[in-house]
């Protein structure tokens, strides 16, 4: 439900109120499970994302063209659909941090999420460990 909202309306503009409305559960429901919107989103992206990945059978009956075709378009269709999700929680987590003080309000948190996704995808593309090492380095710059 919340990510169907946010699919429709963008990250920015879903509230969690829309979110219970929707949901038709008590607000102390929602926050029970999820602290805040941004992990209630991202917990329905990761969920997404295991449909969207999930191993299709090796049972033998596709050749492996096949396969590798039928994975390679859920990964782009997950990427086009949730792209913009994903880079929303990144960008509100930058913007809590300028609202905080823990960011100077003088950085572009547009220009800092995408120099974050272009980290994480040129490390991938380059067979680069992506790890808690290469997250904390990531967030130690963007801070710096």
Known sequence: MALRLVR???YEKVSVSEIIEQAGVARQTLYNRWNTKAYLVLEAVFER??????ERSWDGAEDCRT???GFLIRIF?????DGDTLR?????VLRRAQDRGELSSGRNVETL????HGAF???????GVLDAGFAKEIVAETFA
Request: glycine share 4%; hydrophobic share 50%; aromatic share 10%.
């Open 8 to 10: 429709e309306l963008g």
């Open 49 to 54: 994302t295991n449909t969207y990945a999930a």
């Open 67 to 69: 396969l590798l075709e």
């Open 77 to 81: 269709e997950h990427l086009r659909i």
């Open 88 to 92: 929303a929680l990144i960008t509100a």
């Open 113 to 116: 999420s995408a120099l974050i």
């Open 121 to 127: 995808w040129y490390r991938l593309l380059n067979r």
